[in-house]
């Protein structure tokens, strides 16, 4: 791979993810939050510093990258992107040691939402405006962003989209790769606006709003209050937060096909019909076990089906403590862990359409055991379905848990319980950062070793990516010419 160029894409592509801490700048100095206005400055100032003089020069010596460059550079992108994004967290002094604001950065931009910041009503305003964006920059993808925002780096933008976007199936909306990219952006724009005033309505002041509405579109859970969701004691906000988190949990290639008007493909997608039973099933049966918990049969459906959002879509946020429930609730959405939402969203996880499909395969396996000479295949929105995403699929959910075990085996030699080993293990490679047992709080993460936070970082940046992106870097067979 060239080196010079790739190298010099990643400073050009820091320049820019920089510029976004404008926001939180212009915050802290309006408000006086003196240690925060450094924060800011200083990694701004040396991002720019260091890619302005590239960017003058880019011109002249634009470089096209391939596949294996495009994985390269989006997973250095996000490894580079979250070491920066940590920096303000650092020298804001609210985080003690760079390990921490690494984990805290990480969590934020994979939006898994695990935090080890023990009391966050503390944080000054900007700080919080941050974590927030964070969560919004890396729902939809921070990468897909500079891809949208400067058609002009002209470097290869779908090799750049294809190794960030979740799912097996790659689709563009348009021919040009910018293009599609400008389009899901002014979709999660568009729905991220309504949800900040739909929460304003239900009154939540503005700045909260905003907040609450990054971390939901975005999949994340970042909340401004200690008690999440649960602390504003509003079943409006709920109910509103359950349907954004669902909708973050879509597909929004489909959003945009609904939105085009053409309900017909959207029906037929199989993913989409899927998303829809396990919602409805884990929803239904966890709300019936609640009844005598919750005291009333809206209650029981406002809680279960919460709970099922916030873990399906792996966005993590709370309203009641789930570890309370009777088990058979516990059972519903614990299972959820492993399912994760649609592929083209913002939700992390294993994917609804991979497990759709391995079913797909299992039916199909078991008509070819009864009839041996009758012709089974899989079928994807009414369409014959590839054999060789059947074994794309397979490999994937093998090496997800061989990943989550090796997890948990280094989580559990710090002397973490095995219970809570397997739960942090699984809400960082699944991006969801709502575990139980004593997970729910975030304590055990802020109280392990640093080594601990260093595996559960990678565990997210891996699992964000779709793990092959950043599992591949480490064969020697990608290093060859």
């Known amino acids: 791979m060239r080196a010079a160029a790739l190298i010099r894409l990643l400073i050009v592509f820091l320049g820019f993810f920089s510029l976004t801490m404008t926001a939180p700048l212009i915050m802290a100095l309006a408000l006086e939050e003196k240690t925060m206005i450094r924060a800011f400055a200083v990694p701004l100032a040396a991002s720019c510093l260091a890619a302005l003089p590239v960017f003058l020069t880019w011109r002249k010596n634009r ?14 992108a996000w490894l580079c992107g979250s070491v920066l994004g940590a920096v303000p967290f650092r020298l804001s002094g609210f985080v003690p040691r760079f390990v921490d604001a690494v984990f805290e950065s990480v969590s934020g931009f994979t939006t898994t939402g695990a935090s080890i910041i023990p009391d966050v009503e503390i944080l000054p305003k900007s700080f919080h405006l941050w974590r927030g964006m964070s969560h919004w920059l890396g729902g939809m993808g921070i990468v897909v ?86 602390a504003f004691n509003s079943p409006y906000i709920e109910w509103v937060c359950t349907i954004f988190m669902l909708v973050a949990g879509f597909n929004f290639t489909l959003v945009y096909r609904i939105i085009q008007r053409r309900f017909r493909e959207a029906a037929a997608n199989s993913e989409a019909k899927a998303y829809g039973l396990v919602i409805l099933s884990a929803g239904c049966l966890a709300a019936c076990a609640l009844l005598p918990h919750a005291g009333s049969v809206g209650r029981a459906l406002r809680l279960a089906f919460f709970d099922v959002a916030s873990i399906i879509s792996t966005t993590g946020f709370v309203i009641d403590n789930h570890n309370l429930w009777p088990p058979l609730a516990r059972l519903a959405v614990f299972l959820l862990l492993f399912c994760g939402g649609c592929s083209g969203s913002t939700a992390g996880g294993i994917k609804i359409i991979r497990h759709t499909i391995l ?44 990943m989550l075990f090796a997890g948990i085996a280094v989580t559990a030699a710090s002397g973490m319980d095995l219970y809570t080993a397997i739960n942090a293990s699984a809400i960082c490679i699944g991006n969801i950062g709502l575990g139980f047992g004593e997970l729910i709080s975030g304590n055990v993460i802020a109280a392990s070793p640093g080594f601990v936070k260093i595996t559960l970082s990678f565990l997210m940046i891996a699992g964000r990516l779709e793990l092959y992106t950043v599992l591949i870097l480490f064969t020697p067979a990608f290093w060859k010419r």
């Open 63 to 76: 470089p096209r990258i391939n596949t294996r460059e495009g994985i390269f550079l989006v997973a250095a």
């Open 145 to 230: 962003l500079t891809v949208a925002i400067v058609p002009a780096l002209g470097v290869g933008g779908f090799n750049l989209l294809k190794a960030e976007t979740s799912g097996p199936l790659k689709e563009k909306i348009t021919p040009r790769t910018a293009e599609t990219a400008k389009i899901l952006w002014l979709i999660y724009c568009g729905l991220t606006i309504i949800m900040i005033l739909l929460l304003c309505a239900g009154g939540m002041n503005v700045f909260e709003a905003v907040i609450h509405g990054f971390s939901a579109m975005g999949s994340g859970g970042f909340s401004t209050r200690n008690g999440s969701i649960a």
């Open 359 to 402: 079913i797909k395969q299992m039916q199909s396996e078991l008509r070819r055991i009864l009839w041996p000479s009758a012709l089974s295949s899989i079928r994807l929105d009414n369409r014959p379905g590839r054999k060789d995403v059947v074994y794309s699929v397979a490999g994937f959910i093998a090496l997800y848990f061989f």
